[in-house]
């Protein structure tokens, strides 16, 4: 039976709205705009089917941990990483991104953290959206996305959510009470904490944990995100003319690393700034 239409909500969607701390100045809504609402025409979707250098890397990186994992002996090999990179097909990728890659699978295999965990759930990286948690908040219904890297259990039964970084990102606290929110639908009996790990430098974070108070904080901002999401669509449905009203632009230092700065009439070159 085909399910009605619901508004959505996720961590991606929510930093589409508000960055993290550090990032403000990289902001623009109408990157939202984009992605979000003119996701169909042909040179935004072409822009959207392309991978960044850094979306690349962290695919990449997820799936060479993945590919250590589906075959565990692999780890103590000592051509393992070679048979990755042939796997992931590396050679066919920028140089930037081949060196990158293999730094980071060396690095994984010298320090394998997953390698004596129970790993309930670690993901390839490149499938397609996970199954949304259906939340009624008030009289509001969304749909909810969490597209989590890894869960393992610890030996007292936590369940441990990780997430893979990869280049200078600081980690945002708010990514992972999204998760532990996910965790408590998926998992309602059992305790959960999660971390960030960067698979470049191997800082990990230390464990987050929440209150239930906490989830529902965040559960209540998600429903915001959601509903306000869905105005602006509709906003943009009734008049596509207001496009820049419902998502402002932000010219300056953000145009650099903008996907869109080849398809926005806003844009700023280097130049120029
Ligand atoms: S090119 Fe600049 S103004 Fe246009 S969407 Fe990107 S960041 Fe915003």
Redesign the pocket.
């Known amino acids: 039976m085909r399910q009605n239409w619901l508004p959505f909500a996720s961590y991606n969607l929510w930093l589409q709205y508000s960055p993290p701390i550090g990032k403000e100045h990289?902001h623009?809504?109408?990157?939202r705009?984009?992605t979000k609402a003119r996701s169909k025409e042909p040179a935004v979707a072409a822009i959207l089917v392309s991978d960044s250098i850094p979306q690349r890397i962290g695919l990449l990186a997820q799936r060479g941990v993945y590919e250590f994992h589906q075959n565990s002996p692999m780890l103590h090999q000592q051509d393992a990483v070679e048979k990755i990179v042939e796997i992931l097909e590396l050679r066919k990728e920028s140089d930037l991104v081949q060196q990158r890659v293999l730094q980071i699978l060396t690095n994984y295999q010298q320090n394998p953290i997953l390698a004596e965990k129970k790993i309930i759930q670690l993901s390839r990286g490149d499938e397609d959206f996970p199954e949304p948690i259906l939340i009624k908040q008030g009289n509001q219904s969304f749909n909810f996305y969490a597209a989590i890297d890894c869960i393992f259990a610890e030996e007292d039964n936590t369940l441990h959510i990780l997430d893979f970084k990869t280049g200078h990102s600081d980690f945002d606290r708010r990514q992972g009470y999204i998760y532990l929110l996910a965790a408590s639908y998926w998992y309602p009996n059992q305790k959960a904490v999660v971390s960030f790990y960067n698979l470049e430098n191997g800082n990990w974070s230390e464990p987050i944990s929440a209150t239930s108070n906490i989830l529902q904080a965040f559960q209540i901002e998600l429903a915001l995100i959601a509903q306000r999401h869905q105005e602006d669509l509709r906003r943009y449905r009734k008049n596509s003319a207001d496009f820049s009203k419902i998502f402002p632009?932000?010219?300056?230092v953000?145009?650099r690393?903008?996907?869109?700065?080849s398809i926005?009439?806003?844009?700023?070159s280097e130049a120029s700034t």
């Not at 690393?257 to 700065?261: D, E, G, R």
């Not at 926005?264 to 700023?268: G, H, K, L, N, R």
Request: net charge negative; aromatic share 18%; charged share 15%.
């Open positions: 990289l623009c809504d109408m990157k705009g984009f632009q932000n010219p300056g953000s145009c690393y903008c996907s869109f700065n926005c009439e806003f844009t700023i």
